[in-house]
């Protein structure tokens, strides 16, 4: 199971630290994934990793914002999102993703397990 939580309201330009907490799965040999939504649109795949911080993904639209990284010692993968803007506002979701690697062009649910969302708000 995953479970994610750390979101919250921030003025543009501030920050927040997203964590997935991943249990019954070995963390270790396995992607994670986030995803957001926001009101009608479509969920779009933030950042994912592999098993190294080497494979980290992004988004074009979060690249040199958002940070994500993985603690296999506490189960944990982080999305640390600084910078923060509007159109950051969303739902967002851990998930199991198909294999990082470095040639990994877009983050991709595995279809397996999800996390509840986490809201994070971005307003003035």
């Known amino acids: 199971q995953l479970q994610a939580s750390g979101g919250g309201s921030v003025p543009p330009g501030g920050s927040l630290t997203l964590s997935c907490v991943v249990s019954g799965l070995r963390l270790e040999l396995t992607s994670i994934g986030w995803f957001r939504q926001a009101p009608g649109k479509e969920r779009e795949g933030v950042s994912c990793i592999g098993k190294t911080s080497t494979t980290a993904r992004y988004v074009e639209s979060v690249r040199g914002r958002f940070t994500i990284s993985r603690d296999n010692a506490k189960n944990t993968v982080y999305l640390q999102m600084n910078s923060l803007k509007p159109e950051d506002a969303a739902v967002y979701y851990c998930?199991?993703?198909?294999?990082?690697?470095?040639?990994?062009?877009?983050?991709?649910?595995?279809?397996?397990?999800w996390g509840q969302g986490t809201q994070v708000t971005v307003s003035s």
């Open positions: 998930a199991t993703v198909t294999p990082v690697t470095i040639m990994t062009r877009r983050c991709a649910s595995d279809n397996t397990y």
